[in-house]
Protein backbone atom coordinates (compact mmCIF):
# COMPACT_ATOMS: atom_id res chain seq x y z
CA UNK A 1 0.00 0.00 0.00
CA UNK A 2 1.42 3.60 -0.91
CA UNK A 3 2.42 6.03 1.63
CA UNK A 4 4.27 8.93 2.74
CA UNK A 5 7.75 8.52 3.69
CA UNK A 6 9.97 11.18 5.87
CA UNK A 7 13.81 11.87 6.05
CA UNK A 8 15.34 11.84 8.15
CA UNK A 9 13.40 10.84 11.42
CA UNK A 10 15.17 12.42 13.82
CA UNK A 11 17.35 15.99 13.50
CA UNK A 12 19.30 17.31 15.74
CA UNK A 13 20.63 20.76 15.04
CA UNK A 14 22.64 24.12 16.49
CA UNK A 15 20.32 27.20 16.39
CA UNK A 16 20.45 29.10 13.86
CA UNK A 17 21.31 26.43 11.57
CA UNK A 18 19.28 25.76 8.29
CA UNK A 19 17.44 22.58 8.08
CA UNK A 20 15.42 20.51 5.19
CA UNK A 21 13.14 18.33 5.56
CA UNK A 22 12.02 16.20 3.19
CA UNK A 23 8.82 14.31 2.13
CA UNK A 24 7.95 11.75 -0.50
CA UNK A 25 4.06 12.12 -0.71
CA UNK A 26 1.98 9.02 -2.23
CA UNK A 27 2.51 9.83 -5.54
CA UNK A 28 -1.02 10.70 -7.62
CA UNK A 29 -2.12 12.87 -4.75
CA UNK A 30 -2.07 16.32 -5.83
CA UNK A 31 -2.42 18.09 -1.75
CA UNK A 32 0.31 18.69 0.21
CA UNK A 33 0.58 19.70 4.28
CA UNK A 34 2.90 20.36 6.69
CA UNK A 35 1.58 20.09 10.34
CA UNK A 36 3.86 19.73 13.82
CA UNK A 37 3.80 19.00 17.09
CA UNK A 38 5.51 20.34 19.96
CA UNK A 39 6.16 17.56 22.61
CA UNK A 40 2.72 16.99 24.32
CA UNK A 41 0.78 20.02 22.77
CA UNK A 42 -1.86 19.53 19.57
CA UNK A 43 -0.85 18.63 15.96
CA UNK A 44 -0.72 22.21 14.32
CA UNK A 45 -1.42 23.04 10.59
CA UNK A 46 1.38 24.84 9.24
CA UNK A 47 1.07 24.95 5.39
CA UNK A 48 -0.60 23.31 2.16
CA UNK A 49 0.84 23.79 -1.29
CA UNK A 50 -1.39 22.64 -4.33
CA UNK A 51 -0.33 23.44 -7.91
CA UNK A 52 3.05 24.33 -7.00
CA UNK A 53 2.63 27.37 -5.13
CA UNK A 54 1.03 27.85 -1.07
CA UNK A 55 -2.67 27.43 -1.27
CA UNK A 56 -2.34 28.42 2.74
CA UNK A 57 -0.28 29.26 5.57
CA UNK A 58 -0.74 29.65 9.30
CA UNK A 59 0.90 32.49 11.71
CA UNK A 60 3.59 29.56 12.56
CA UNK A 61 5.05 29.68 8.77
CA UNK A 62 6.77 32.80 9.04
CA UNK A 63 9.61 34.20 6.78
CA UNK A 64 11.77 31.95 7.85
CA UNK A 65 10.10 28.29 6.72
CA UNK A 66 10.06 27.88 3.10
CA UNK A 67 8.39 24.74 1.12
CA UNK A 68 9.22 23.68 -2.46
CA UNK A 69 8.32 20.52 -4.80
CA UNK A 70 11.75 20.57 -6.97
CA UNK A 71 10.79 17.78 -8.41
CA UNK A 72 7.82 15.10 -9.42
CA UNK A 73 8.20 12.99 -6.20
CA UNK A 74 10.09 15.27 -2.97
CA UNK A 75 8.29 17.88 -1.13
CA UNK A 76 10.85 19.94 1.10
CA UNK A 77 10.44 21.93 4.37
CA UNK A 78 13.16 24.00 4.86
CA UNK A 79 13.89 26.21 8.63
CA UNK A 80 16.39 28.92 7.36
CA UNK A 81 17.41 29.75 11.17
CA UNK A 82 16.23 27.48 13.32
CA UNK A 83 15.18 28.20 16.84
CA UNK A 84 14.70 26.20 20.20
CA UNK A 85 11.31 26.63 19.29
CA UNK A 86 11.62 24.88 16.19
CA UNK A 87 11.96 21.81 17.96
CA UNK A 88 9.11 19.64 17.48
CA UNK A 89 8.01 16.43 15.52
CA UNK A 90 7.29 17.64 11.73
CA UNK A 91 4.34 15.75 9.57
CA UNK A 92 4.36 15.70 6.29
CA UNK A 93 0.91 14.73 4.50
CA UNK A 94 -0.82 14.02 1.82
CA UNK A 95 -4.12 13.87 -0.14
CA UNK A 96 -6.41 12.83 -3.46
CA UNK A 97 -8.31 15.57 -5.36
CA UNK A 98 -11.44 15.97 -3.16
CA UNK A 99 -11.93 17.82 0.49
CA UNK A 100 -13.51 14.44 1.77
CA UNK A 101 -10.44 12.63 1.42
CA UNK A 102 -8.53 11.93 4.53
CA UNK A 103 -4.94 13.09 4.51
CA UNK A 104 -2.32 10.47 4.83
CA UNK A 105 0.71 11.14 7.20
CA UNK A 106 3.89 10.29 6.85
CA UNK A 107 5.50 9.20 10.26
CA UNK A 108 7.44 12.47 10.83
CA UNK A 109 10.35 13.61 11.44
CA UNK A 110 11.50 14.56 15.05
CA UNK A 111 13.57 17.92 14.82
CA UNK A 112 16.13 18.84 18.07
CA UNK A 113 17.38 22.44 17.97
CA UNK A 114 20.00 22.72 20.78
CA UNK B 1 -14.09 25.92 24.17
CA UNK B 2 -11.40 25.61 21.16
CA UNK B 3 -12.10 24.03 17.56
CA UNK B 4 -11.55 20.21 18.03
CA UNK B 5 -11.36 19.89 21.54
CA UNK B 6 -11.82 15.80 23.09
CA UNK B 7 -13.06 14.56 26.49
CA UNK B 8 -11.86 13.23 28.24
CA UNK B 9 -8.47 14.17 27.99
CA UNK B 10 -7.38 10.43 29.32
CA UNK B 11 -9.09 7.29 29.12
CA UNK B 12 -8.63 3.90 31.61
CA UNK B 13 -10.43 0.76 30.45
CA UNK B 14 -10.15 -2.35 30.81
CA UNK B 15 -9.95 -4.56 27.37
CA UNK B 16 -13.74 -6.19 26.06
CA UNK B 17 -14.73 -2.70 27.19
CA UNK B 18 -16.37 -0.12 25.16
CA UNK B 19 -14.49 3.47 24.64
CA UNK B 20 -16.39 6.51 24.01
CA UNK B 21 -14.49 9.88 23.12
CA UNK B 22 -16.06 13.15 22.22
CA UNK B 23 -15.10 16.31 20.53
CA UNK B 24 -16.72 19.74 20.13
CA UNK B 25 -15.96 22.12 17.72
CA UNK B 26 -17.55 25.69 17.54
CA UNK B 27 -17.36 26.75 13.66
CA UNK B 28 -18.97 25.03 10.67
CA UNK B 29 -17.05 22.18 9.60
CA UNK B 30 -17.18 19.94 6.04
CA UNK B 31 -16.02 17.01 7.43
CA UNK B 32 -14.58 15.65 10.75
CA UNK B 33 -12.37 13.48 10.77
CA UNK B 34 -10.92 10.85 13.75
CA UNK B 35 -7.13 9.76 14.26
CA UNK B 36 -4.32 8.04 15.87
CA UNK B 37 -1.67 8.16 17.13
CA UNK B 38 0.93 5.65 18.87
CA UNK B 39 3.19 6.70 21.09
CA UNK B 40 6.18 9.02 19.43
CA UNK B 41 4.61 7.48 15.61
CA UNK B 42 2.92 9.20 13.03
CA UNK B 43 -0.55 9.90 12.70
CA UNK B 44 -3.13 6.85 11.03
CA UNK B 45 -6.29 8.15 9.81
CA UNK B 46 -9.72 5.78 11.37
CA UNK B 47 -12.84 7.49 9.69
CA UNK B 48 -14.01 10.70 7.97
CA UNK B 49 -17.51 11.65 8.66
CA UNK B 50 -18.98 14.37 6.46
CA UNK B 51 -21.36 17.24 7.30
CA UNK B 52 -24.64 15.36 5.68
CA UNK B 53 -24.26 12.71 8.01
CA UNK B 54 -24.78 11.39 10.92
CA UNK B 55 -23.37 7.88 11.91
CA UNK B 56 -20.23 5.65 10.23
CA UNK B 57 -19.34 2.71 10.87
CA UNK B 58 -15.85 1.07 10.12
CA UNK B 59 -14.92 -2.23 11.86
CA UNK B 60 -15.18 -1.56 15.05
CA UNK B 61 -15.70 2.22 15.04
CA UNK B 62 -18.42 3.88 14.85
CA UNK B 63 -18.16 8.01 14.73
CA UNK B 64 -21.38 9.95 15.34
CA UNK B 65 -21.97 13.73 14.02
CA UNK B 66 -24.30 16.21 16.04
CA UNK B 67 -24.24 19.53 13.81
CA UNK B 68 -26.61 20.83 15.82
CA UNK B 69 -24.73 20.15 18.71
CA UNK B 70 -21.07 20.77 16.74
CA UNK B 71 -19.99 17.21 18.68
CA UNK B 72 -18.90 14.14 17.34
CA UNK B 73 -18.06 10.98 19.08
CA UNK B 74 -16.12 8.20 18.59
CA UNK B 75 -16.78 4.28 20.40
CA UNK B 76 -14.13 1.70 20.18
CA UNK B 77 -16.42 -1.72 20.75
CA UNK B 78 -14.74 -4.54 22.35
CA UNK B 79 -11.23 -2.43 22.93
CA UNK B 80 -8.03 -4.40 22.83
CA UNK B 81 -4.45 -3.83 24.57
CA UNK B 82 -3.51 -2.35 20.92
CA UNK B 83 -6.02 0.30 21.00
CA UNK B 84 -3.96 2.39 23.15
CA UNK B 85 -2.58 5.04 21.95
CA UNK B 86 -3.65 8.83 21.38
CA UNK B 87 -6.91 9.52 19.61
CA UNK B 88 -7.82 13.14 18.08
CA UNK B 89 -10.42 14.64 16.14
CA UNK B 90 -9.94 16.93 13.34
CA UNK B 91 -12.08 18.97 11.20
CA UNK B 92 -11.90 20.92 7.92
CA UNK B 93 -14.02 23.99 8.21
CA UNK B 94 -16.51 25.10 5.73
CA UNK B 95 -14.89 27.23 3.15
CA UNK B 96 -11.20 26.26 4.23
CA UNK B 97 -9.32 24.88 2.06
CA UNK B 98 -8.93 21.53 3.92
CA UNK B 99 -6.29 21.87 6.33
CA UNK B 100 -6.97 19.95 9.16
CA UNK B 101 -7.57 21.86 12.89
CA UNK B 102 -6.87 19.23 15.40
CA UNK B 103 -8.07 18.65 18.91
CA UNK B 104 -5.37 17.99 21.76
CA UNK B 105 -6.20 14.49 21.57
CA UNK B 106 -7.52 11.70 24.25
CA UNK B 107 -5.21 9.58 25.57
CA UNK B 108 -6.73 5.84 25.45
CA UNK B 109 -5.16 2.90 28.16
CA UNK B 110 -6.84 -0.42 27.43
CA UNK B 111 -6.08 -2.76 30.73
CA UNK B 112 -5.45 -5.94 29.38
Known amino acids: EPEVTQTPSHQVTQMGQEVILRCVPISNHLYFYWYRQILGQKVEFLVS????????KSEIFDDQFSVERPDGSNFTLKIRSTKLEDSAMYFC????????????FGPGTRLTVL | SQQGEEDPQALSIQEGENATMNCSYK?????LQWYRQNSGRGLVHLIL?????REKHSGRLRVTLDTSKKSSSLLITASRAADTASYFC????????????FGKGITLSVRP
Open chain 1, 93 to 104: ASRPGSTYNEQF
Open chain 2, 49 to 53: IRSNE
Open chain 2, 27 to 31: TSINN
Open chain 2, 90 to 101: ATVLTGANSKLT
Open chain 1, 49 to 56: FYNNEISE
